[in-house]
């Protein structure tokens, strides 16, 4: 399998477009909700997470992927597992390897790295925090009504090690910056809401509504927020799911660490009613989790995954 470079339209800079969060001040639910209207992305500081914690995982996932391919493709499987240069089962390939973990499983009882797994309740408990702070800029009460949909026993969950080496297709004597090599390609998160953390190598990049691609430098002492798909519908589409995709580098390694929040897979999905004043207003049909899963998982990465899901309009001539 081969991953080639491309050449595409350089990434417009200026990078001071990407809203940051503090979210130890309450009164930040203002600029996040505009975030998630604007862009459906942004960075989290003076968040409660220790650096201890974060410097344990990130030596775990570094450990993880420095062992030999034998032993991890010990571990490789489908959803879960190893994998490398294939994403999904759809055809997309990336200059990737990464290892997919069910966050809700007894973590204890299989070969995953240890500390990794005994800490999908710190994500799990920030995720909810950042989703009340987000309910609340949206003036909807309660405040649990999006933390209640990722918090209880049975929502699916998962937790997501990327590791994106080095890679040598990149022609550095190429002055024009065009040569490219894809690390993960775009598309959406289908969940409700994606938490990432990576190393201080650059290469994620957001699309902007006027399609142009922006470079999000690396902090490994923040988090960064993606609003995902099911999270559009339930705000009626006013909350933006974020194209967004990953470049490889020709020198540095990345390493990235990402939690997807999912709502249990009987769970239903269409927009609040608080959100809209008559059912006419709804832009999506209604599905559970389970079928909006289902659909995604035989999807290309770069679908437009909800356009099934659009309602469509309805004219005069009907
Ligand atoms: C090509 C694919 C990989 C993916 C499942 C899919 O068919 C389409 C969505 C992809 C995605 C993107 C966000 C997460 O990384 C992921 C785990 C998810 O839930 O949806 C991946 C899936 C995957 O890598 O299996
Ligand atoms: O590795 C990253 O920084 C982002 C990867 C990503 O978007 C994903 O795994 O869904
Ligand atoms: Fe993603």
């Excluded at 775990?60 to 490789?76: H, M, R």
């Excluded at 989703?131 to 999006?146: A, Q």
């Excluded at 959100?275 to 079928?291: G, R």
Aim: net charge negative.
């Amino acid at each position: 399998m081969t991953v080639s470079s491309k050449l595409v339209e350089v990434p417009k800079s200026g990078f001071s477009s990407i809203p940051v969060i503090d979210i130890s001040d309450p009164e930040s639910k203002h600029d996040m909700e505009k975030a998630c209207e604007d862009f459906g992305f942004f960075k989290v500081i003076n968040h409660s997470v220790s650096s201890e914690l974060v410097s344990v995982l990130d030596h775990e996932a570094v450990e993880f992927f420095s062992l030999p391919t034998s032993q991890k493709t010990q571990v490789a499987g489908y959803p879960f597992g190893y994998g490398k240069r294939a994403i999904g089962r759809s055809g997309d390939v990336g200059w990737v390897e990464y290892l997919l973990m069910n966050a809700n499983l007894d973590f204890g009882s299989h070969p995953f790295p240890p500390g990794l797994l005994q800490n999908p309740e710190t994500f799990r408990k920030m995720t909810c925090d950042v989703l009340e702070m987000m309910t609340d800029g949206l003036g909807i009460k309660p405040r649990n009504t999006h933390s209640k949909l990722v918090s209880g026993e049975n929502t699916d969950s998962i937790f997501r090690l990327n590791h994106y080496p080095p890679c040598p297709l990149i022609n550095n004597n190429n002055t024009n910056g065009s040569n490219i090599v894809i690390g993960f390609g775009e598309h959406t998160d289908p969940q409700i809401i994606s938490v990432l953390r990576s190393n201080n190598t650059c290469g994620l990049q957001i699309n902007l509504s006027d399609g142009s691609w922006i470079s999000v430098p690396s902090d490994p002492s923040s988090f960064f927020f993606n609003v995902s798909d099911s999270l559009q519908v339930l705000t009626n589409g006013r909350f933006k799911s974020v194209k967004h995709r990953v470049l490889a580098n020709s020198r540095k390694s990345r390493v990235s660490m990402i939690y997807f929040a999912g709502p249990s897979l009987t769970q239903r999905i269409a927009p609040l009613t608080c959100l809209i004043d008559n059912e006419d207003e709804s832009l999506y049909e209604e599905f559970t989790w389970s079928e909006y899963k289902n659909s995604t998982y035989n999807s290309r990465l770069s679908d437009n995954r909800l356009q099934p899901f659009e309602k469509k309009a309805v004219s005069l001539n009907d």
